[in-house]
């Protein structure tokens, strides 16, 4: 495979379930070495995507390639380069986590005995138990063991740290995600769909929100956060200004917040015109750039 060819392609992918369009019309590309953010609210159809790279459901319409290769037809090629947690797990439940991790070893040719025996430190998961016997939180754990042990080229995870405490999801973002891609950072991929995009802020190279099926923004998040930013004002009066280039202007006393797309510029001269006391300027988080849904329907236009 072409190491500039997309590790991820869906072009005009459409399913339904019923009469509902639970995915329509939706097209993405996910570079090698990337960190790749799926953002939407329940129901966006997130998992319904996943779940048709990963020929667990067969889309209506559309083309789905994973490394250049068609799900349907070349399953087991694609599997074997790749790991997948969903977001909910289970296992076989008369084995024990040193089972499992034996058990999910068998199927690959490569499994990194060292990054098992630190994860499972850190994670202090206990080999000798049953895996009903584990929380949703350890269950979610060993299912991430599982997926960064083969050192997959591809990692496809669906709300990956549901379930886990705060202090655990933090080193595991951090650390271990960011451990797997720095490995081999050129051939290493990551494909997440959370909604905790806050601690996945440092790591998101690119982005797609998706909103009822259709995308509603896909940007590198460098460019995002240069492009939306928020611009605080305050004036030595009370003010109401008409500020046609912004998103969204709110008013609170003589304090003014104001929300560009691209034009922060514009809008600071604008308002330097009528001598503020204080003028500040920060970039959107990618939080708040998805949630403010009207931003991203007003750039989408």
């Known amino acids: 495979m072409n190491t500039d060819s997309p590790i991820i392609e869906i072009q005009n992918l459409v399913r ?18 990337k960190c790749y953010g799926f953002f939407g609210r329940n129901g966006a159809g997130k998992t319904t995507t996943i779940k048709c790279l990963l020929n667990l459901l067969r889309p209506d319409a559309g083309t789905v390639r994973v490394f250049g290769l068609d799900p349907r037809r070349d399953e087991v090629a694609i599997k074997s380069r790749l790991a997948y947690v969903p977001d909910l797990v289970a296992f076989y439940p008369w084995m024990t986590v040193r089972d499992t991790l034996e058990y999910l070893a068998s199927f690959r040719t490569n499994w990194n005995r060292d990054i098992e025996n630190d994860l499972l430190k850190r994670f202090q998961l206990d080999a000798t138990k049953k895996t009903p016997s584990l929380s949703k939180g350890q269950r979610t754990q060993l299912a991430l063991i599982g997926a960064i042990c083969p050192e997959p080229e591809l990692l496809v995870l669906d709300e990956p740290t ?13 650390t271990v995600i ?83 797309n691209g034009n922060s510029e514009e809008l600071i001269a604008e308002l330097k ?23 991203l329907k007003q750039a989408k236009g």
């Open 16 to 33: 339904r379930y019923g009469k509902h369009d639970a995915v329509n019309g939706l097209s993405l590309k996910v570079q090698p070495g």
């Open 273 to 295: 015109s009528y001598s503020p006391e204080e003028l500040k300027i920060e970039s959107l988080s990618l939080e708040e750039i998805f949630v403010a849904s009207d931003i």
């Open 162 to 174: 549901s379930g886990l405490d705060p202090i655990v999801r933090r080193e595991f973002i951090e």
């Open 178 to 260: 960011g451990a797997y891609q720095s490995g081999d950072p050129a051939r290493r991929t990551v494909f997440v769909s959370t909604h905790l995009i806050s601690e996945f802020e440092g790591l998101i190279d690119e982005f797609t929100i998706i909103e009822q099926g259709h995308e509603l923004l896909t940007m590198e998040a460098d460019a995002a956060r240069d492009r939306f930013r928020k611009i605080r004002a305050r004036f030595v009066q009370e003010l109401r200004l008409k500020l046609p280039g912004a998103l969204k202007v709110k008013c609170s006393g003589r304090e003014m917040e104001i929300l560009a």
